[in-house]
């Protein structure tokens, strides 16, 4: 059975309900999933009192690419009180120029094979531009592309709350509970 590209959080528990259904593991998947909600709440909770943040999530060096709406990985921005300056693209492809004039507030690299090159080369490029309300703020962040880019349950509710400390550092988030056996 295929399991295609999540658009959203509610995609990446669907897939693990399939999942856990092929392999006999229903309450495990369904334990888990209640447990990531849970999470991904109380961060909406923390936040939605708060202004959102022009956020640039970008997760392709080149070409610059970033974050869309139609990708699971808007839903960080999202969910953690953040308003996504590509979130009207239909294609993630920007230009310098075009993030230049969205002025986001916060940038977050999450670059693929960034281990360490590509994600600092490409944090000391946006910090060459001093006008912008990131740089300016200290505010551009590096993020392990592999707890963004691929997702379970778990992992993208702990990997929203670094977003929602990035964005809102000002927010009491609460710490997750420990996995239940």
Known sequence: EAFGQPASFADICTHLRRLGGLLGLQERAEAIIAQAQ???????QAVSPLPKQKVLLQVGASPLF???????????????GG?????????GAMKVEQVLALNPEVIVIAVMGSEHGIGAEEKKRWLQFATLD????????LLDPD?????????????????????HP????PLPAPIQP
């Open 147 to 167: 707890a963004v880019c691929s997702p379970s349950p778990l992992t993208f509710a702990s990997t929203l709350i670094t977003f929602a400390r990035l964005i």
């Open 83 to 91: 308003s996504n300056i590509a979130g009207e693209q239909r294609s």
């Open 38 to 44: 849970a999470q991904v709440t109380a961060v909406q």
């Open 134 to 141: 990131a740089v300016r703020d200290q505010r551009v962040h």
């Open 170 to 173: 000002q927010a009491v988030i």
């Open 66 to 80: 970033s974050s869309v709406r139609t990708s699971f990985t808007n839903d960080f921005i999202e969910l953690a």
